[in-house]
């Protein structure tokens, strides 16, 4: 894999360990998801070893090793999307796409990641879907909404 596009970005910050979360996020960016080349080549030109990088990319959950579907699915399970049965909705996503939290289907149309908190509490239950064309939160959410929404994706 080529990391061209990351190599201006390490320039910039890659003198300081403590940018590494900024050089992780812009690569993932780039890419989609970090690969074990991605992590060697931020390594080498870093000069941080790459069990160190693998550490901090397996403790904060924005970080992906894998490959993701063209539409991320952001499921909320704050406190008011919980209340508000965020259970029952995460249950019809995956029925519904046949995929559990942390998944992708078969066709590698959707991922499904389960988050903290949306920030968009008085939409309870909510949901954001992640697209290359920009990102859109829906709302107050039912089970049937939840499969005409992922329908109408298909």
């Known amino acids: 894999m080529d990391f061209e596009e990351l190599a201006p970005t390490i320039q910039k910050y890659g003198a300081s360990p403590g940018n590494l979360i900024t050089i992780l996020q812009k690569a993932q960016d780039i890419y989609g998801y970090l690969s074990m080349d991605c992590v060697n ?6 000069k941080i070893k790459s069990s160190k990088i693998y550490g901090v990319i ?16 952001m499921l909320c399970q704050g406190t008011a999307c919980h209340v ?4 029952m909705i995460e249950e019809a996503v995956c029925e519904f796409l046949e995929i559990k939290n942390g998944e992708t289907t078969k066709d590698g149309m959707f991922t499904l990641n389960n988050v903290a908190c949306l920030g968009c509490c008085s939409l309870s239950p909510a949901m954001m879907i992640k697209r290359e064309d920009g990102a859109v939160t829906y709302g107050n959410l039912t089970k049937e909404s939840v499969r005409d929404i992922l329908a109408g994706f298909r």
Do not use: H
Not at 41 to 46: E, P, Q, R
Not at 58 to 73: D, E, M, S, V
Not at 84 to 87: Q, R
């Open 41 to 46: 080549y931020i390594s080498k030109m870093t």
């Open 58 to 73: 397996t403790f904060y959950a924005q970080f992906r090793l894998k490959p993701i579907g063209r539409n991320l699915i």
């Open 84 to 87: 508000n049965n965020a259970k």
